[in-house]
């Protein structure tokens, strides 16, 4: 139990290392003009940049080797676009560098940078050439990180609301055993409703770079507002509100506990919902986005539940705990269709071909998630076919209590590659 623990705990560690190794943009940028390494003899006009999809350049500096900084005025439009031109005043010979920083329709903050070099036209011809390629700037910060770890909290809060309200369903029968889940369910959706509230702001942060006063900047949050971002806050925190909206009324009105159980998962799916509106699949097809909302919902009921049945080893008989566990396994049967349809059709989606799963470090990140999936399906059926029909006393219960546990912690390690694949890392595929 200790050694698996250790290298389950080692994954996540090495999970999160990766942040330093596998950033990689989500709408990059497809040519420059200049180019990027560029020698030119006549003073260019223009910056032209083409993005590979549809984007908000939100900031363009333009530097010369003295750290003189050239004043350029930013294009104004209301709509995103894949393509800028930018006037540029008469330069003085030098070596200059442009970094550039773009929100892509998802949301995710794109930065950049190249170079090029003014000699004037005295120069020698062979000191001349027009060849190069862009370099975006993905270093990892801390912004990233925080916002790493405030999606993976989502994540967990989610797990804990919907496995909380899927106890309540299934532990129905054992009215006097549900009062240790109950706590489980108010717990994740705190948790929640505060994450998601600093959610927006870690963003508006991350591309303000101006630290902690940077959550707050007025110009960077209207930018993100408006975007996939703002979309998906706006939908979560509805979503988020009316489930614990449902929480306090079935504090208040006991006798409704079913009604408002049942609405929270209203709430529940528009949370769901909101997670289509950003990262890789924001402009993705219809089909793609419903897959993604049904595999957060069935992945989280599953991930979710894991605690409810660990402490219902502690407190039902071994008859009562025998039939939770197969009514569980019934729900699984549906719950492992669904993940691997919907998984599927959303990595299709993502990657396209076999060979961006071995060559690209989001690729890498979805086959260790796809391995991690592998590992909790295996537990799932060494419970249905080995340890639920051999419960007969406490020793049997004690052995699923452990199994459980092991599971629980490669569902966290799923949440945690998810998080990190969401955020850092994009699709080379599309």
């Known amino acids: 139990m200790n050694k698996i623990m250790k290298i389950i705990n080692l994954l996540i560690v090495s999970c999160f290392l990766l942040l330093s190794t596998t950033a990689s943009a989500h709408t990059g940028i497809q040519s420059?003009?200049?180019?990027?390494?560029?020698?030119?003899?006549?003073?260019?006009?223009?910056?032209?940049?083409?993005?590979?999809?549809?984007?908000?350049?939100?900031q363009l500096e333009l530097k010369a080797a003295d750290g003189e900084l050239v004043n350029l005025e930013l294009p104004i439009s209301d709509e995103p676009t894949k393509h800028f031109s930018i006037p540029l005043p008469d330069l003085k010979t030098s070596t200059y560098k442009v970094n550039w920083v773009s929100a892509g329709a998802d949301g995710h903050k794109i930065k950049g940078k190249f170079g090029f070099k003014y000699v004037g036209a005295n120069a020698a011809a062979d000191s001349v050439t027009d060849d190069g390629a862009e370099v975006n700037d993905n270093r990892i910060s801390g912004w990233v990180v925080a916002i790493v770890l405030n999606k993976l909290l989502i994540y967990i809060a989610l797990a804990m609301t919907v496995g909380g309200l899927a106890a309540m369903f299934t532990l129905s029968r054992y009215k006097?055993?549900?009062?240790?889940?109950?706590?489980?369910?108010?717990?994740?959706?705190?948790?929640?409703?505060?994450?998601?509230?600093?959610?927006?702001?870690?963003?508006?942060?991350?591309?303000?770079?101006?630290?902690?006063?940077?959550?707050?900047?007025?110009?960077?949050?209207?930018?993100?507002?408006?975007?996939?971002?703002?979309?998906?806050?706006?939908?979560?925190?509805?979503?988020?509100?009316?489930?614990?909206?449902?929480?306090?009324?079935?504090?208040?009105?006991?006798?409704?506990?079913?009604?408002?159980?049942?609405?929270?998962?209203?709430?529940?799916?528009?949370?769901?919902?909101?997670?289509?509106?950003?990262?890789?699949?924001?402009?993705?097809?219809?089909?793609?986005?419903?897959a993604l909302a049904l595999h957060v919902v069935a992945a989280m009921w599953w991930i979710g539940s894991l605690y409810p049945l660990r402490s219902a080893c502690d407190v039902l008989g071994v008859s009562n705990l025998q039939s939770l566990m197969v009514e569980f396994g019934k729900q699984a049967m549906f719950l492992v269709g669904l993940l691997v349809v919907a998984g599927?059709?959303?990595?299709?989606?993502?990657?396209?071909?076999?060979?961006?799963?071995?060559?690209?470090?989001?690729?890498?990140?979805?086959?260790?998630?796809?391995?991690?999936?592998?590992?909790?399906?295996?537990?799932?059926?060494?419970?249905?076919?080995?340890?639920?029909?051999?419960?007969?006393?406490?020793?049997?219960?004690?052995?699923?209590?452990?199994?459980?546990t092991i599971e629980m912690w490669v569902g966290v390690l799923i949440l945690v590659v998810t998080a990190v694949m969401s955020s850092v890392t994009g699709p080379a595929y599309g």
Request: include cysteine.
């Open 32 to 58: 420059s003009s200049p180019k990027n390494g560029a020698v030119m003899k006549q003073a260019p006009e223009m910056i032209e940049l083409s993005f590979k999809g549809t984007v908000r350049l939100i």
């Open 176 to 290: 006097d055993r549900q009062i240790p889940f109950i706590r489980y369910l108010p717990v994740g959706c705190l948790l929640g409703f505060i994450a998601v509230t600093i959610s927006f702001f870690l963003q508006v942060g991350s591309f303000a770079e101006e630290g902690i006063s940077g959550m707050f900047n007025a110009d960077y949050a209207d930018i993100l507002w408006g975007s996939g971002v703002g979309q998906s806050y706006k939908l979560q925190m509805i979503g988020w509100g009316l489930v614990v909206l449902m929480m306090l009324l079935m504090w208040l009105k006991p006798a409704a506990t079913d009604l408002f159980a049942s609405l929270s998962l209203i709430g529940v799916f528009m949370i769901a919902a909101a997670f289509t509106l950003t990262g890789h699949n924001a402009e993705a097809p219809i089909w793609v986005r419903i």
């Open 344 to 404: 599927v059709v959303i990595s299709y989606h993502l990657e396209g071909n076999f060979s961006n799963l071995v060559n690209t470090g989001h690729g890498n990140l979805l086959l260790l998630k796809i391995g991690t999936v592998a590992v909790i399906l295996s537990l799932a059926a060494l419970h249905k076919f080995a340890y639920v029909p051999a419960l007969s006393n406490g020793k049997s219960t004690a052995i699923l209590k452990r199994s459980i």
